[in-house]
């Protein structure tokens, strides 16, 4: 995940390097470079997974609103390769016929914000599904009338719809009855409105991500109810994010090293200059290790989740200890004196704030322990964590481990999740 190290001039990475864009219009039109025919972005999970990570993570040192472009593309697409693999995907007329065809994922949801989806058609009959056929189950629905059903349409009101006026087609999760689904959406059909004069931030500013309404809007199912958020590929998503809070992380820290290089530093500067360098190894090697996972298959079901809540916070809190070291060792001067930095620094600090902060900290605590209870075994030994006599070294251990974490605790002896001592260290 080191930014400047020699990669492949064929992958994903060296592709970004040779074109870093200047505007959302070249951000989306390296987007679908990357995934048109013959393009260089790998899909997670199939071996390539860090040079994804790396190129996302280029993009954002350089621009983190060029990486907020692109990412949802790269993970739109990626989406819909899982979906074919469980079956038919049935996208709107234009998506199938334009060339550079540009995407976006709408699925967050919000207070007072409801988008409901409803058949625009009669279920076929029964009889007139191939019952035996489990892709027209798995693509469309979960009974024989679903799975024939291709046609739906959206109304109500999605929040948070990033670059949505300017975007051909998202994938929009909808609620049908008490579950969401996900559906592709062609963005210039007659219903679909961006909301005016939402878009008040200070930090990417050029990608405005309010709300869209949807008055019966066409959409056609994109894999089955509930299937977008228990795919295998649902925490991967959240990670490639987190890649690009790194890249930030990484644009932001570029002008204290600067400043450290132009002069003779204080001791301060370069204090800063150490925390900074040891918080960005931490997130690059949570992104590496992930990556590993993901590409061997370990990731999915629990242990993706704790994976990606993991990575998640790991590369957060770090980019939160850059901005602070970096905000405190230059004061106000760069943020006042230098568009860049300023933009920089506004940009990653408005997209850190997609994370839940302390709300998630506690949700990564819970599946912590949660692995550690679907682990424990009737034959238990006492492990000495840091703060008593010993601390034991695991095989497998996190880096990111207990080491702040003093006592004993009692743990399964052998087997659960492949590590040792407590379940998820």
């Known amino acids: 995940m080191h930014l400047s190290h020699e990669v492949d001039p064929r992958s994903a990475t060296a592709v970004v390097r040779a074109r870093l864009p200047r505007s959302v219009a070249d951000s989306l039109?390296?987007?679908?470079?990357?995934t048109g025919?013959?393009?260089?972005?790998?899909?997670?999970?199939a071996g390539s997974t860090a040079d994804l990570w790396l190129a996302l993570a280029t993009l954002a040192a350089h621009d983190v609103g060029a990486a907020r472009a692109v990412e949802p593309h790269l993970d739109a697409t990626a989406i819909l390769d899982q979906a074919r693999e469980a079956g038919t995907v049935v996208l709107p007329a234009r998506a199938s016929s334009a060339e550079g065809f540009t995407w976006g994922v709408f699925a967050a949801e919000g207070p007072g914000a409801k988008l409901v989806a409803e058949p625009a058609e009669p279920a076929e009959p029964a009889d007139r599904v191939d019952p035996v056929d489990p892709a027209a189950a798995s693509t469309t629905g979960g009974g024989a009338g679903d799975a024939a059903r291709t046609s739906w349409t959206l109304s109500g009101t999605k929040p948070w719809c990033s670059l949505a006026g300017v975007l051909d087609g998202a994938l929009v999760t909808a609620w049908v009855g008490d579950e969401r689904r996900l559906f592709a959406v062609d963005l210039r059909e007659?219903?679909?409105e961006v909301v005016p004069g939402a878009w008040h931030a200070r930090g990417l500013v050029e990608i405005p991500s309010g709300p869209v309404t949807f008055a019966s809007v066409p959409a056609t199912p994109v894999g089955e109810p509930g299937w977008y958020?228990?795919?295998?590929?649902?925490?991967?998503?959240?990670i490639a994010v987190a890649a690009c809070w790194y890249g930030g992380a990484v644009g932001v820290a570029g002008a204290l090293?600067?400043?450290?290089?132009?002069?003779?530093?204080?001791?301060?500067?370069?204090?800063?200059?150490?925390?900074?360098?040891?918080?960005?190894?931490?997130a690059r090697r949570a992104l590496e290790e992930a990556a590993v996972a993901v590409d061997s298959g370990r990731a999915v079901g629990q242990e993706a989740r704790l994976l990606a809540k993991r990575t998640r916070a790991t590369v957060a809190h770090a980019a939160e200890d850059v901005l602070a070291a970096v905000g405190g060792a230059l004061g106000p001067a760069p943020l006042a004196s230098d568009p860049e930095h300023a933009k920089r620094v506004a940009d990653l600090e408005l997209y850190l704030r997609q994370r839940h902060a302390s709300k998630d900290d506690a949700s990564l605590g819970g599946a912590v322990r949660d692995a550690a209870v679907a682990a424990a075994?009737?034959?238990a030994v006492e492990v000495t964590l840091p703060g008593g006599p010993a601390a034991p070294d695991a095989p497998g251990a996190s880096p990111r481990g207990p080491a702040d974490v003093?006592?004993?605790?009692?743990?399964?002896?052998?087997?659960?999740?492949?590590?040792?001592?407590?379940a998820p260290w």
């Open 29 to 34: 039109a390296l987007a679908t470079d990357l």
């Open 37 to 45: 025919r013959g393009g260089a972005a790998p899909v997670p999970g």
């Open 190 to 192: 007659a219903g679909v």
């Open 229 to 238: 958020l228990r795919r295998p590929g649902f925490e991967w998503g959240g």
């Open 257 to 282: 090293l600067r400043s450290a290089v132009a002069r003779d530093p204080d001791p301060w500067v370069l204090r800063a200059l150490g925390v900074v360098d040891e918080r960005l190894g931490d």
């Open 377 to 379: 075994m009737p034959e």
């Open 406 to 422: 003093g006592g004993t605790v009692a743990t399964a002896s052998s087997g659960g999740t492949g590590t040792a001592g407590i």
